[in-house]
């Protein structure tokens, strides 16, 4: 993995993994309070097909606000500009939770930039009549109240420390942190650690928290934006997923049956780092079947690129 910078009014830390020049470009965007530390379990594994790049939002990982907005939209095209910048057009978005929602509004927003989309376990409006897990629900009210939710993110990360915050988030996200990679942990561990003396840390994820429940709580706009995706789809949706529940994913592939959708058994909202195994297997049975057409898109804008630099050198 090399640790890399761009200038995008402002700096944008992202991690790139090399692969094959004639390979597809694959861009994996992390979710609420993530950073590229959320896809070291699988894309090394990515990286045998492809180039991977794993860029820090805006307020997130090691990117700072720099005068940036954290918002769903303001990211969303702070991620369309990183594709174009960094010559990934058109990629393969992977994206988790927040950051599934945001590939999503890209996919549709930006059809060009986008050859395929994996959405895993991405934030998308809850299926109505459905159940909703009581703890998730009292930790986001608390984030919409003005003054409630940066007290408690201040008392908590206090309280906390870096390691117990990590711990506590991985018992929220997996059935079982155990089957977490300790040496992924120690990196979330790293960041959270680096974050504490970030002063716009706290400002930036509850800017995006909010962000992103006013987008889910407007359902129909949100639907209408999933069905004007155009490319080739996969959902990959933990059956035990406390913040988005499986309901939600079903219902969205019964609106979409030109979509793939997998359910992992037993698994939480991170199953990219929970099974990364497991994970891995199913993208590849889908690039290799549904995805084909993804992948020879992007891998033919590629291998175009590689040949232009080739004769300009």
Same mark, same amino acid.
């Given at each position: 993995?090399?640790?890399?910078? @761009?200038?995008?009014?402002?700096?944008?830390?992202?991690a790139?993994?090399?692969?094959?020049?004639?390979?597809?470009?694959?861009?994996?965007?992390?979710?609420?309070?993530?950073?590229?530390?959320?896809?070291?379990?699988? %894309?090394? /594994? &990515?990286? =045998?097909? *492809?180039? !991977?790049?794993?860029?820090?939002?805006?307020?997130?990982?090691?990117?700072?606000?720099?005068?940036?907005?954290?918002?769903? /939209?303001?990211?969303?095209?702070?991620?369309?500009?990183? @594709? $174009?910048?960094?010559?990934?057009?058109?990629?393969?978005l992977?994206?988790?939770?927040?950051g599934?929602? @945001?590939?999503?509004?890209?996919?549709?927003?930006?059809?060009?930039a986008?050859?395929?989309?994996?959405?895993?376990?991405?934030?998308?409006?809850?299926?109505?009549?459905?159940?909703?897990?009581?703890?998730?629900?009292? +930790?986001?009210?608390?984030?919409? !109240?003005? /003054?409630?939710?940066?007290?408690f993110?201040?008392?908590?990360?206090?309280?906390l420390?870096?390691?117990?915050?990590?711990r506590?988030?991985? =018992?929220?996200?997996c059935?079982?942190?155990?089957?977490?990679?300790? %040496?992924?942990?120690?990196?979330?561990?790293?960041?959270? =650690?680096?974050?504490?003396?970030?002063?716009?840390?706290?400002?930036?994820f &509850?800017?995006?928290?909010?962000s &992103?429940?006013?987008?889910?709580?407007r359902?129909?706009?949100?639907?209408?934006?999933?069905?004007?995706?155009?490319?080739?789809?996969?959902?990959l949706?933990?059956?035990?997923?406390?913040?988005?529940?499986?309901?939600?994913?079903?219902?969205?592939?019964?609106?979409?049956?030109?979509?793939? &959708?997998? +359910?992992? $058994?037993?698994?939480?909202?991170?199953?990219?780092? $929970?099974?990364? *195994?497991?994970?891995?297997?199913?993208?590849? @049975?889908?690039?290799? *079947?549904?995805?084909?057409?993804?992948?020879?898109?992007?891998? %033919?804008?590629?291998?175009?690129?590689? /040949?232009?630099?080739?004769g300009?050198?």
């Amino acid at each position: 993995m090399e640790s890399r910078w @761009i200038e995008l009014d402002g700096p944008v830390h992202y991690a790139e993994w090399e692969g094959p020049d004639d390979g597809p470009t694959f861009v994996l965007v992390h979710g609420l309070g993530g950073s590229h530390a959320n896809w070291l379990s699988v %894309a090394p /594994g &990515l990286a =045998r097909r *492809g180039r !991977v790049l794993a860029p820090d939002l805006a307020g997130f990982g090691r990117t700072p606000q720099a005068g940036r907005r954290s918002t769903i /939209g303001a990211n969303r095209r702070l991620l369309h500009r990183f @594709i $174009e910048s960094t010559t990934a057009s058109p990629a393969i978005l992977v994206g988790n939770s927040m950051g599934g929602a @945001i590939s999503a509004i890209e996919a549709a927003d930006e059809p060009e930039a986008v050859a395929g989309l994996v959405l895993v376990d991405a934030a998308i409006p809850r299926a109505l009549n459905s159940a909703t897990d009581p703890v998730v629900a009292a +930790v986001f009210a608390t984030y919409l !109240v003005p /003054g409630v939710g940066e007290r408690f993110m201040r008392t908590r990360a206090k309280s906390l420390g870096p390691e117990k915050l990590v711990r506590e988030t991985m =018992r929220l996200c997996c059935v079982d942190p155990g089957r977490v990679d300790p %040496a992924v942990i120690d990196a979330h561990v790293a960041i959270a =650690r680096e974050r504490t003396r970030m002063p716009w840390a706290n400002k930036a994820f &509850l800017e995006a928290a909010r962000s &992103l429940l006013r987008r889910l709580a407007r359902r129909e706009r949100f639907l209408a934006t999933l069905h004007r995706i155009s490319c080739p789809t996969l959902m990959l949706q933990g059956d035990k997923d406390r913040l988005v529940p499986v309901a939600a994913a079903r219902a969205v592939a019964e609106m979409r049956p030109d979509w793939t &959708l997998h +359910v992992f $058994e037993d698994i939480g909202h991170v199953p990219q780092l $929970e099974d990364p *195994g497991l994970w891995l297997a199913s993208v590849e @049975i889908w690039l290799e *079947g549904a995805g084909r057409a993804a992948v020879s898109i992007s891998s %033919a804008d590629n291998a175009r690129k590689v /040949g232009e630099a080739s004769g300009l050198s």
